[in-house]
């Protein structure tokens, strides 16, 4: 994994926002375009100390090259780290050292995301920041030589090193494999053999203003934002959406052992797409399974926004214990959990899980203060998913037994996958 600061956080995106109330007061909005193809959303607060951006470009690792899978991967490191001629000595490391960790970068199957949250006086000055790091961005030899040797330390923990986050990395390709035969995060060779001009060449054309959307939220006057945000953006290059990587192979179900030494489990349960009838329902079973409870000996993550296609169920293997028999435990758990018929106050706690951040329930102006990177992502992430929340929490009350019956069949043997996984040497 990256280091935390620069990792959108699955808790934050998933469960945030998730008190607020209809009878709050909503903020100031204002959306617009720019000639550039630039999507901007700027929420405007009359409180909080806090501001936040989330800079959100609608490539991810299923646009990488043939045979250069953690191409955008490598990018997003980039962007995130590298000087600007134009803005010297704003590097993120240099900028956490003034405001904290509050920075967020990542890339996923089909976006890339940059943002952060700062004192909400400085939140325009970073706007800008974003547009020069579009536009100017200066990378050196020095600079790949350093994110590369941090993205292949990145890819050799998450894919070899940390079982659990081995098993989670495997069995998601299981049911939900990268396109073009890659693999999440990028493959080692591919990165290795990457060169400068080839990255360079990729981010310019491809993350420019027609791929990009900006939300900016805080303590702001709107007007005088956007004519700050159309000035520093309007001259960055429009770029084109790059052509999508050809689709996966089949799917792998069941249990899959790659240790004769386990040390831990993931079950990987594929997630309908937001439009799916069938949705709403699987909403209300991630609810079930995600609920906390201490007798469980395994834990469920799901991230809605953040990493939408999966939900994960795992677990450490105890000493002496057969990985196949801690699986087949955790499936018999899920199945008595998703095929409980449902409760009269489902569909209410379908919303207070998932209303905020899936937009079922509008935000106040306070909620948006007191959380602004968490409303921008969620607002950006909407977008790019085309959730439409009213329609969505329409289909959270209706949802009714035939419905979550289906989506329960997602939680079976033969449509999610388990990976059993042990250490390997560094």
Known sequence: MSLARRRVSIALCAFALCAVGCRKRAPRTASFRLDNGLRVEVVATSGGERAALALLFDVGADHDPPGRSGMAHLIEHLFSTSGVARNPGRTIDQLTARYGHDFHATTAADYTLYGMEVPAGKIMDEVEDAALRMAHLTPTEGDLARERKRLLTEIATTQERDPLSAAMTRAAECVRATRGGGLRGGVAAEVENMTLPEVEAFRRAHYGGATARLIVVGQLDVEEATKRIKAAFGGVPAGAVPEARPPAASKLTGTLVLSEAPRAVAIAVPVPAPRDPDYAAFLA????????????????????????????????????????????????????????????????????????????????????????????????????????????????????????AAAAKMFDGNHSAAVITGARSP
């Open 285 to 404: 079973l991630a609810v079930r399974v995600t609920a906390g409870n201490p007798a469980r000996t395994w834990r469920a993550d799901f991230a809605p926004l953040a990493r939408p296609d999966v939900l994960f169920v795992t677990s450490a293997v105890p000493a002496g214990q057969s990985g196949e028999a801690v699986a087949g435990r955790m499936r018999t758990d899920l199945n008595a959990i998703v095929t409980t018929p449902a409760a009269a106050n489902e569909p209410d706690r379908v919303l207070a899980a998932f209303g905020g951040p899936l937009g079922m329930t509008p935000a106040s102006e306070e909620a948006c203060a007191a959380e602004p990177f968490a409303t921008a992502f969620a607002a950006g992430r909407r977008a790019q998913l085309g959730i439409d929340g009213q329609a969505l929490a329409y289909a959270a009350r209706a949802v009714g037994p035939e419905q979550l």
